[in-house]
């Protein structure tokens, strides 16, 4: 994996010829305290090739054109406010959970790839395969953007995997009649035929 913007500063005083073997140790552990203060993933951001990312095969997230163009000249003048989120590496790649349309367009523009060295920001959220596609659908539905089908589809496969139908609601944040809906898409009313569309289904570990 590549460092993070961390571990690039502890390289640099580490490294240092100018201060002494004391004061290194002061300034490495007052940046440990900053960078611990808030344990969070977007605490650790990489910068990595932006070639070493993949999109993911679930992304339910769909822009229209305009959106596109103003993302674009978002970017373009002001700069890249807010980093990718990643799978940790495998064989060399990252797999895209969030932030499809960003990586695409820092990927095709000939000023950002250039302005940006080829890499991009990444944040990396260490969890497995179906709770990355859980964390991509909440994404989406919390900007208000996300499409029925692609949806339909990672319900299906999460319930293939043993997720009963209150886990999957709750997880996606979705209604009864959301669930009904779904029925008509990827042969869902197979999966939940048996099953009580209760608005008050709680989560099951």
């Known amino acids: 994996m590549s460092k993070s913007i961390r571990q690039d500063i502890l390289e640099i005083i580490q490294g240092s010829n100018i201060v002494s073997r004391d004061q290194k140790n002061q300034l490495i552990n007052r940046l440990e305290t900053v960078f611990n203060r808030h344990r969070e993933p977007v605490s650790e951001v990489f910068w990595v090739p932006v070639n070493s ?38 064989n060399e790649q990252y797999i895209l959970i969030d932030g499809y349309h960003r990586w695409r367009i820092m990927k095709t523009n000939e000023e950002l790839r250039e302005r940006l060295n080829h890499n991009v920001p990444v ?21 208000g953007q996300h499409q029925i089908g692609g949806i339909g589809e990672v319900v299906k496969i999460l319930s293939n995997n043993g997720w009963s139908p209150a886990k999957i609601m709750d997880a996606l944040g979705m209604e009864a009649d959301e669930v009904l809906r779904l029925k008509q898409f990827k042969g869902l009313g197979e999966l939940f035929k048996d099953d009580d569309y209760s608005p008050s289904w709680e989560w099951e570990e």
């Open 53 to 90: 990312i993949s999109p993911n095969s679930y992304n339910p997230n769909k822009m229209a054109v305009p959106e596109k163009r103003l993302l674009l000249r978002s970017m373009l003048d002001h700069g890249i406010t807010q980093p990718l989120l990643v799978a940790p590496e495998k």
């Open 123 to 143: 944040v990396v959220l260490n969890i497995s395969d179906k709770n990355q596609m859980v964390a991509a659908i909440r994404h989406n539905r919390v900007r």
